[in-house]
């Protein structure tokens, strides 16, 4: 793995690497997290900001918080919905999307839900985790888009069965096929690019993982160390709305 230490910007030599793999490869991954957003203004889950009302992401995004108390679960989603509805993707996200275009065999694995990536214009795309703006009945199970600010909550269907996030909770299976999607594309890939996640929450975690013993190239973009750091070939210690437009070229 890179020498790069935490904290420092990444040596010219490794994003020089870095884009000349990118630039050879035909099958190419990107695994992203919540960094990525993080310069569009989307708080990270662990990050300083995290937090809400004291409470931590693994004790609100369960099926068993949200049965206890829904209204609880709701007002945090809300409150991530209304900080999202005003932001736009950043250089990161339309780096990738640009990578998309021109790779011919790509897939995007997001584990974020602010749909970001669909609006820099990524397509090839799973959300492990679901999407945000869209509702689930628990009642007739429909799901709906609905982006606008929800006034009385918890939202209820037009069935009056509860509606909640048609995310993927912890406890909760990813939704069928994507991660099997993932996995595959990521053992086939000559590059794997991770890009601001901690690299802690599994199964996601495992993705960049199979592709290390399936012999892709994995690069990683982040300002902090994670444990896929040590294992991953590249480094590249900094922030993603910098870095990826620098290994993708391009417009910025
Ligand atoms: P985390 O909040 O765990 O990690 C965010 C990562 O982004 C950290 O490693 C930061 O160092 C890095 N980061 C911060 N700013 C960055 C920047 N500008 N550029 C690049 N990287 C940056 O978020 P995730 O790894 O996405 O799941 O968390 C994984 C899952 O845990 C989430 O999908 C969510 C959460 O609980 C569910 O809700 C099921």
Redesign the pocket.
């Known amino acids: 793995m890179s020498s790069t230490s935490p904290g420092t910007a990444p040596l010219p030599d490794d994003i020089r690497e870095a884009r000349l793999r990118l630039a050879r490869a035909r099958r190419v991954v990107a695994l992203t ?4 957003s ?2 569009s203004g989307v708080p ?4 300083a900001d ?1 937090l809400w009302r004291n409470l931590r ?2 004790e609100l ?1 369960t099926p068993r918080a949200f049965a206890r108390d829904p209204l609880l679960v709701w007002e945090w989603y809300e409150s991530r919905r209304r900080r999202m509805g005003s932001v736009q993707p950043n250089a990161g996200h339309h780096a990738l999307a640009r990578l998309e275009a021109r790779v011919p065999e790509f897939l995007l694995a997001t ?2 839900v602010d749909g970001l990536h669909g609006l820099a214009g990524s397509k090839r795309m799973v959300e492990l ?1 679901g999407n945000l703006w869209r509702l689930r009945c628990l009642g007739c199970g429909a799901v709906r888009e609905d982006r606008r600010a929800l006034e009385d909550l918890p939202p209820r269907c037009t069935c009056s069965g509860l509606l909640r996030p048609d ?4 406890g909760e299976d990813l939704p069928a096929g994507a991660l099997e999607q993932a996995f595959t594309a990521a053992r086939a890939a000559d590059v794997v690019l991770v ?4 690299s ?2 599994y199964p996601a975690a495992a993705v960049p993982e199979a592709a290390i013993s399936a012999g892709a190239f994995v690069v990683e ?4 160390r ?1 444990p896929l750091s040590e294992a991953c070939a590249l480094a590249l210690r900094g ?3 910098e870095i990826l437009p620098q290994i993708v070229g391009g417009a910025a």
């Open positions: 997290g919540a960094g990525i993080a310069e990270t889950f662990r990050g995290g992401a693994e995004a584990q974020n985790h995310v993927v909770w912890f890009v601001g996640t901690s802690l929450v973009v982040n300002p902090e994670t922030r993603s709305a």
